[in-house]
């Protein structure tokens, strides 16, 4: 079995039947129901801990009206976080690595921001196009970067998560093709680059707790803007 | 504070199990029927209670991963090192078939591998510590709730002693009390006897001390006029021959002295 290294972006199919759902939907397995009992079992215990925590930590800054969008972001975190993580093994297609996916998540959660913002507090959401203290003959052109600014969040958004993930998992295909070719060849320089990949390895699990974390965070602080 | 962090994670953990708990039911117009498409595979009836408990710890597992059933299995047919013997045999018939390549892959699987096991083996007992202490942290506080709750009934029920024996001993109290009371009242029933005789003998001493300054007063004012009468009824004339008389006693007197002498 050749791999190239396309063949970890590839939307994976299995005679002709798309299995782009089943890797979306897997995560969903991992995180069990949360029972009814008082006391549960450890891995029950450590993710309502964790989704509570990370929920209360998250939604601090905002505002009451901001509290409807708990359940999305802690879902969202959830989701993203396994996905990352999930992607890390051997083998898997990492649908976060999916610029279609990425913008999908990104485009509509910050437009409904933006439209949250602009449909209950029209003045202040158009008032953070001009930040305070700027000098009179820069407001025109401030305005316009800001409004770039504004109009890129989506983008920026999208491309840093795409990004993040494809070039961490190239790297590591990269660095283990060289491993794996020097290693018959010059058995230390071999050695050498494993103790890299190893280092890059631990570095792909912080980036991928990191930019899912991120993703969440921004969506926070565009939400505590405009809400 | 705390309490309103306590009761907003209250409240996301309930929506989100709520979420999670009806996401299959009310997703789509679908919805409930798919819960009951799998009712034809159920074995035996639905029975909601009681429910048999779930267990407390997971199933054994050696090496991370393989469960301690397999070895159980194997063990009457291939002894101790059987399972092992088995995997062996199976990774090397991939390896040597080609079944599975080794590619960057593996090299790749190898560094995660590396970073899990050595995650799992450093931080695994302090993750497990961690979500025991959360559990046993609830139920110290429940506990404790429950000790409080005992300590203040059982002092409760001295106090309510406490009050059954004081109440037996208010007999005794009102007998002292009502034993006061008589006291006061004879008391009070001797001064006032006592301000009566006063107050009798007062006007009887009052009449007494009249009727004696009546009689003094006769007397005196009778005494004053029998010597006035007396003092007025003395003319010269008998004055001089009483006079006489007493020179002449006085005469009489002095020869017999003399006479004696």
């Not at chain 2, 309490?3 to 997703?27: H, I, P």
């Amino acid at each position: 079995m050749m791999l190239s290294f396309f063949d970890q972006f590839l939307s994976p199919t299995f005679l002709g039947i798309p299995l782009i759902a089943l890797a979306l939907t897997l995560p969903w397995v991992l995180f069990p129901k949360p029972t009814t009992k008082w006391l549960n079992n450890r891995t029950v215990t450590l993710q309502s801990w964790f989704i509570n925590r990370f929920t209360q930590q998250l939604l601090l800054p905002l505002n009451l009206s901001g509290h409807k969008w708990a359940a999305l972001f802690a879902s969202l975190m959830v989701f993203l976080l396994s996905l990352n993580m999930l992607g890390l093994l051997p083998y898997t297609f990492t649908p976060t690595t999916q610029l279609s996916l990425n913008m999908g998540l990104a485009v509509p959660l910050w437009l409904a921001t933006v439209i949250i913002g602009m449909r209950t507090q029209p003045t202040v959401a158009l008032g953070h196009l001009l930040p305070e203290g700027t000098p009179t003959p820069l407001i025109p052109v401030l305005i316009i970067i800001e409004t770039i600014s504004l109009f890129i969040r989506p983008l920026a958004l999208g491309v840093r998560l795409t990004a993040n993930l494809t070039a961490g998992h190239l790297l590591i295909q990269l660095i283990a093709t060289a491993a794996f070719v020097l290693a018959p060849m010059m058995p230390t320089v071999a050695i050498l680059t494993a103790t890299v990949l190893f280092l890059l390895t631990l570095l792909e699990v912080a980036v991928a707790m990191i930019q899912a974390y991120v993703f969440v965070l921004l969506l926070s602080l565009y939400l505590q803007e405009n809400v | 504070m705390i309490e309103k962090q306590t009761r907003f994670n209250q409240s996301v953990y309930d929506c989100l199990f709520l979420v999670a708990a009806n996401a299959l039911k009310g997703s789509s117009p679908l919805g409930a029927g798919l819960v009951q498409a799998s009712r034809s595979l159920h074995t035996t009836s639905q029975s909601l209670a009681p429910v048999p408990s779930l267990p407390e710890k997971g199933g054994k597992v050696r090496h991370g991963i393989f469960p301690e059933e397999i070895f159980q299995l194997l063990y009457p047919k291939t002894g101790v090192t059987g399972p092992y013997m088995l995997g062996t045999g199976l990774l090397l018939y991939m390896l040597s078939k080609e079944i599975y390549v080794i590619n960057h892959e593996t090299i790749a699987a190898l560094s995660i591998g590396t970073v899990i096991v050595y995650g799992v083996k450093k931080f695994g007992p302090d993750v497990a510590a961690f979500a025991d202490k959360l559990n046993q942290d609830k139920v110290a506080k429940a506990q404790e709730v429950k000790d409080l709750a005992m300590t203040s009934l059982s002092q409760a029920i001295e106090e309510e002693k406490k009050e059954q024996w004081r109440a037996e001993g208010r007999s005794l109290l009102f007998d002292a009390k009502k034993n006061n009371v008589a006291m006061l009242l004879e008391t009070n029933y001797r001064e006032r006897l006592h301000m009566v005789t006063h107050e009798v003998k007062r006007r009887l001493d009052y009449q007494v001390a009249l009727q004696d300054l009546n009689r003094r007063m006769e007397q005196e004012h009778m005494v004053n006029w029998v010597e006035k009468s007396v003092v007025g009824s003395i003319t010269p004339q008998q004055e001089k021959e009483s006079i006489a008389k007493c020179i002449s006693d006085l005469k009489a007197l002095a020869k017999s002295t003399q006479a004696m002498a």
